[in-house]
């Protein structure tokens, strides 16, 4: 049986004690209507317990856990320590407020009790990030015996399910460049689980591969992986999902979707791309500079050689069909930056 079924049954019996109750006390003068007061006020107070029993319980509970599972953990926390803090002060403030004359000696407490304990919330909420870098600081000095420099930062950063099957996320994170919380929703697993059960050879590979890469990054001793079950109820694409969670959690995405990247910038959520990560730690290199290539093949334009430096950038050779799997000291004449990435001109360097 469900919650709001069982609720139904002990309302209405609870309200129909009610409407007896008030039926017999209406009819209390009407000695031979007595009872039909008593039977019409019952019957009224059961099916009122029947219908509003789970408006008045069970659904505003519903309501409440739904709200409380969006919010993060450092929230929540957060949300604690300001309500009692806020609470102290306001039991600090009680005993001499009481002993104002009245009505202030009677309100002021109850009221002081309901501001103190609103603005806690707020403010601890609000400053949860400092909250928990304090609290890392504390930790570290505990554990090491003295005290850190560089506490851990508490920002929870989601991933993407593109990001976790791209696999360099596992070894950005090992570096400590990810600081904070890795923070996997359960509809993101549940995405990379179907991509792992596709009956497309290629997706089921990535799948896997996305599993493998999540196994990784919990076994990391410094890297703190969290999956959690909370969820954005009437949306159901993924996408849009991580979006409106990463609103309300404030936080940024990691992902390498250009479309998600795009989404998220317009409606104004932090992106983290894993792309453009890579392409700005690249070498730079400018026009002038001599470097060492080796020619692997020719280029899309008559004459043309294609190499490669060691980070993966492409190097167009003028006239370099002549090289091929060769080294060769070439000059650069341009640099080109691109959506693909950065691409550098050269010629061979004249002997």
Known sequence: MSADFIARLIGMVVFALLGVYGGSWLGKDLAEQQIIYILAVGLVGALFGLVMTPYLTTRPMRSLRAI?????????????????????????????????????????????????????????????????????????????????????????????????????????????????????????????????????????????????????????????????????????EVDDKLVILARQMKCPILTNDYNLNRIAELQGVPILNINELANSVKSVVLPGEVMVVNVIQEGKEAGQGVGYMEDGTMVVVENGNKYLNREIDVTVTKVLQTAAGRMIFARPEEK
């Not at 039991?91 to 002081?112: E, K, T, V, W, Y």
């Open 68 to 236: 409380l599972g969006k919010q993060s953990a450092e929230t929540l926390f957060s949300g604690l320590i300001g309500l009692v803090s806020g609470l102290l002060i306001a039991a600090l403030l009680a005993f001499p407020f009481s002993l104002l004359p009245d009505p202030f000696g009677q309100i002021l407490p109850f009221i002081g009790v309901l501001i103190f304990g609103y603005y806690g919330v707020a403010l601890f909420v609000m400053r949860q990030n400092d909250i928990a870098n304090i609290l890392g600081a504390v930790t570290s000095r505990r554990e090491n015996g003295t005290a850190a420099s560089w506490p851990q930062s508490s920002r929870t950063i989601l991933l993407d399910t593109s990001v976790i099957i791209d696999g360099r996320v596992a070894d950005i994170a090992k570096t400590g460049f990810l600081p904070g919380t890795l923070l996997i929703p359960r509809f993101v697993l549940n995405e990379l689980q179907y991509i792992a059960d596709s009956p497309d050879s290629l997706r089921r590979q990535r799948g896997r591969r996305g599993m493998e890469v999540l196994s990784e990054l919990q076994k990391a001793p410094s890297v703190v992986v969290r999956i959690s079950d909370i969820d954005v109820e009437g949306v159901r």
